[in-house]
């Protein structure tokens, strides 16, 4: 059986995690791969700032350092930020995943536009910065926020009555006003509304970190990894000064 490691960005309870492996009973995956979920030392609170994200690459960075050591065939990467995926793809030669490239090109080849619906409006750097890169803004019909701060540790459980009628009235404007032809749930903090956005919609609804899963599996199968030429390796390792760094910021409260 090969092992998945998929890191979750923030420091997390057992309770807590659990929610996250929530996402892998929205697709239907190889009896033959294994994923473990594993939190990362330190994080931001939250990815509002440039100084956030660097911290968000860190952590991500130090809890995938030794996974291919470890024995694990492939990694995710659970934030739509795709935080710390290009820095493990320097460091490792087996599949780094991240869903914000994955749900952006998958939502390309099932139409012309798409939207991505958010929480909250201060998350927008982070797509903006990845359609910037792909050169695709062109394909964006718009980003829509419901402008509700989100909860990384409990997620949307007990609050499904509250914020999936707003998380649907925004996607029918991004579909009905902006043209949109495919939707993009904007956080893998949101997978609980994908099923009842899937009803209420007409157009593909994509749940980016399930489709991380899938895509993982494809990967595999077709013996398909990251180029070295893209991701080169670094000439001077650095991955015990990284573990000492992300161990000594483990004690401090983010």
Not at 22 to 49: E, G, H, T
Not at 141 to 156: E, H, K, M, T
């Amino acid at each position: 059986m090969k092992q998945i490691l998929v890191i979750v960005p923030f420091p997390m309870s057992e309770e807590n995690l659990a929610a996250r492996r929530q996402q892998l009973k929205a697709v239907s995956l190889s009896p033959d791969l294994n994923f473990v979920f594993r939190s990362v030392k330190a994080a931001p609170r939250n990815y509002v700032s440039q100084a956030d994200m660097v911290l968000a690459d860190m952590g991500i960075l130090e809890a995938g350092l030794d996974a291919e050591k470890e024995g694990f065939a492939a990694v995710c990467i659970d934030t739509m930020s795709d935080s710390g995926v290009a820095a493990l793809r320097s460091v490792l030669s087996i599949p780094v995943i991240g869903p914000g490239r994955t749900a952006m090109l998958t939502a390309l080849s099932l139409g012309q536009k798409f939207s991505i619906v958010t929480m909250w409006q201060k998350w927008r750097h982070l797509y903006t910065k990845t359609i910037n890169d792909l050169g695709i803004a062109h394909a964006l019909a718009s980003i829509r926020s419901i402008d509700v701060a989100p909860d990384n540790q409990a997620l949307l459980g007990g609050k499904e009555e509250d914020i999936f009628p707003l998380l649907e009235a925004a996607a029918h404007q991004a579909v009905e006003e902006d043209g949109a032809e495919v939707i993009i749930l904007g956080s893998t903090t949101m997978h609980q509304s994908h099923a009842y956005l899937t009803e209420k919609l007409d157009v593909p609804v994509i749940n980016p970190g399930p489709l991380t899963y899938k895509k993982v599996e494809m990967l595999l199968g077709a013996n398909l990894t990251h180029s070295r030429n893209a991701y080169p390796i670094s000439s001077v390792p650095c991955d015990e000064m990284i573990k000492a760094m992300m161990d000594a910021a483990s004690k401090f409260d983010h």
